[in-house]
């Protein structure tokens, strides 16, 4: 049960983190769109996603006892990855050596982050 419950609610903030790379980043591919076409277009994924993030976070704070800051550190850990991704696959830009530096160098600290939350969290 709790190993099925942390896959729903890590799938849950995955999802989340998707649909939210996706509702602000999409319209970067499209340059003739305006502002108010942009947010119309990303407002139906923003529901989607808010729908995801809130039964994923419930799920991980009450069955999986997890504090709010590490859902967090959890969710943009994603959204790290969901960008990424999103990056290469659809607008199609590559990072320099340097530019991946610094991210490599961003996830390593948000993960010394998790791991000084959850390290606080046990004591």
């Not at 076409?37 to 999986?64: D, E």
């Not at 990855?81 to 607008?91: A, D, K, P, Q, S």
């Not at 390593?108 to 959850?118: E, G, M, P, Q, R």
Request: include cysteine; proline fraction near 2%; charged fraction near 5%.
């Amino acid at each position: 049960m709790n190993l099925f419950m942390y896959f729903v609610a890590m799938s849950f903030i995955f999802l989340s983190a998707f649909f939210y790379v996706m509702s602000s980043f999409y319209h970067l591919k499209h340059e003739d769109w305006s502002f108010p076409k942009a947010f119309m277009m990303s407002m139906p994924i923003v529901f989607v996603q808010y729908v995801f993030v809130l039964y994923g976070n419930f799920l991980a704070y009450k069955y999986l006892h997890m504090t709010p800051s590490t859902i967090l550190i959890i969710n943009t850990i994603f959204c790290f990855i969901c960008v990424w991704w999103f990056n290469y696959y659809v607008l199609n830009i590559t990072l320099t050596r340097k530019q991946m530096m610094y991210e490599v160098i961003a996830v390593i600290l948000i993960l010394i982050a998790f791991y000084i939350s959850n390290g606080l969290n046990t004591r």
